[in-house]
């Protein structure tokens, strides 16, 4: 009769101990807490383009944990609004780079917890692009220590005729 009465105390602490564990896990994996921002300083995401212009931008790690964040570009002029109202039909694409503030190319930013980082979208206007239209890009990062987690933000560029300015 004894041994049936360890058995099911031992039973019991197995079974707290399993809870435990796995209660410890679940809840770690969701501490990572991956949470950042990505936006244009002082709002400015949006310019005029001859050749080539400058956006710059900054990185806020908002999660838990240090983290490295992939940055890339899409072309969503098809489902862009452009700040005039006019038709995206005939937005134009434009070639998007990521620089460091030193003017060298980045693909990737590591940032601890709550740390910031700032960097320049370089936007340039391939020969033979139509004068006055827009371009519509979302500027992404996504982190690496949350495969679904993902930021962005949209940037608008109109390339104008020189004798506008």
């Not at 399993?18 to 994996?29: A, D, P, R």
């Not at 005029?48 to 490295?68: E, P, S």
């Amino acid at each position: 009769m004894r041994i049936k009465i360890i058995s099911a105390s031992f039973r019991t602490n197995v079974m707290f101990l399993m809870f435990f564990v796995f209660g410890s896990v679940t809840v770690f994996g969701q501490s990572n807490n991956c949470n950042a921002e990505i936006s244009a300083i002082k709002n400015r995401d949006n310019k005029k383009v001859v050749t080539t212009v400058h956006y710059k931008m900054v990185i806020t790690n908002k999660g838990n944990l240090a983290d490295v964040f992939t940055l890339s570009s899409e072309n969503i002029n098809s489902t862009c609004a452009n700040i005039d109202g006019s038709s995206t039909i005939n937005n134009v694409i434009l070639n998007y780079s990521f620089l460091d503030v030193d003017k060298n190319p980045i693909t990737k930013v590591e940032l601890k917890s709550g740390e910031s980082y700032n960097f320049l979208v370089l936007a340039e206007v391939p020969v033979g692009t139509p004068l006055e239209k827009w371009s519509c890009i979302e500027v992404s990062a996504s982190s690496k220590l949350c495969a679904d987690f993902k930021v962005s933000t949209v940037l608008q560029t109109y390339v104008f005729k020189p004798s506008e300015e």
